[in-house]
Antibody, heavy 118, light 109 residues
Framework: EVQLVESGGGSVQPGGSLRLSCAAS????????MNWVRQAPGKGLEWVSY????????YHADSVKGRFGISRDNAENSLFLQMNSLRAEDTAVYYC???????????WGQGTLVTVSS | EIVLTQSPGTLSLSPGERATLSCRAS???????LAWYQQKPGQAPRLLIY???SRATGIPDRFSGSGSGTDFTLTISRLEPEDFAVYFC??????????FGPGTKVDIK
């Protein structure tokens, strides 16, 4: 069974930092491209960051570029999102999401809530 | 950036009825990279359709996707009680951003 379990969410003041983690199991993690997708309370889905299976290709949404960094450890089957200079508008549930080439975003974690507030 | 627009915003239907959801792109999207997701309250989204028309693993055949270019459609042939949810389309083409539409809520009439 595919499992993606996010952790590291919580409350932080504006300007602060958080590091999200995602533990993967039930599939060959090192073969999968991975993403972070977020959803603000009561709102739609927003793609945040992408990392290729080897970690060699990375993309970020303009809204987080220069503030967030995605990384992975294939030996530990883990995905990370380092979030710096957090803003109120970064408040959201953050999902760890796997994708296959041309197959859509098929593996989703249950999400971790990040709240940025003073 | 490709912007996706979904219509209607809300679709009120009864169980057993047919649901037709639309997703329109601001520029042409390769059919290979158009997906549909279902999300229920308090749950993560679930992939329904990828490549515009291919059902994901375990998705019932009452769900079907079609379209090309800038116009795509998700059809639910006969609504079951568990189908009342929010549906998002997404383009995940060769370069980011991998944008989502704003969603269509299918609720019980």
């Amino acid at each position: 069974e595919v499992q993606l379990v996010e952790s590291g969410g919580g409350s932080v003041q504006p300007g602060g930092s958080l590091r999200l983690s995602c533990a993967a199991s039930g599939f060959t993690f090192r073969s999968r491209d991975m993403n972070w997708v977020r959803q603000a309370p009561g709102k739609g889905l927003e793609w945040v960051s992408y990392i290729s299976s080897t970690g060699g290709i990375i993309y970020h949404a303009d809204s987080v570029k220069g503030r967030f960094g995605i990384s992975r450890d294939n030996a530990e089957n883990s995905l990370f999102l380092q979030m710096n200079s957090l803003r109120a508008e970064d408040t959201a549930v953050y999902y760890c999401v796997g994708c296959g080439n041309g197959y859509g975003f098929d593996y989703w974690g249950q999400g971790t809530l990040v709240t940025v507030s003073s | 950036e490709i912007v996706l627009t979904q219509s209607p915003g809300t679709l009120s239907l009864s169980p057993g009825e047919r649901a037709t959801l639309s997703c329109r792109a601001s520029q042409s999207v390769s059919s290979t990279y158009l997906a549909w997701y279902q999300q229920k309250p308090g749950q993560a989204p679930r992939l329904l359709i990828y490549g515009a028309s291919s059902r994901a693993t375990g998705i019932p055949d009452r769900f079907s996707g079609s379209g090309s270019g800038t116009d795509f459609t998700l059809t639910i042939s006969r609504l079951e009680p568990e189908d009342f949810a929010v549906y998002f389309c997404q383009q995940y083409g060769s370069s980011p951003p991998f944008t989502f539409g704003p969603g269509t809520k299918v609720d019980i009439k």
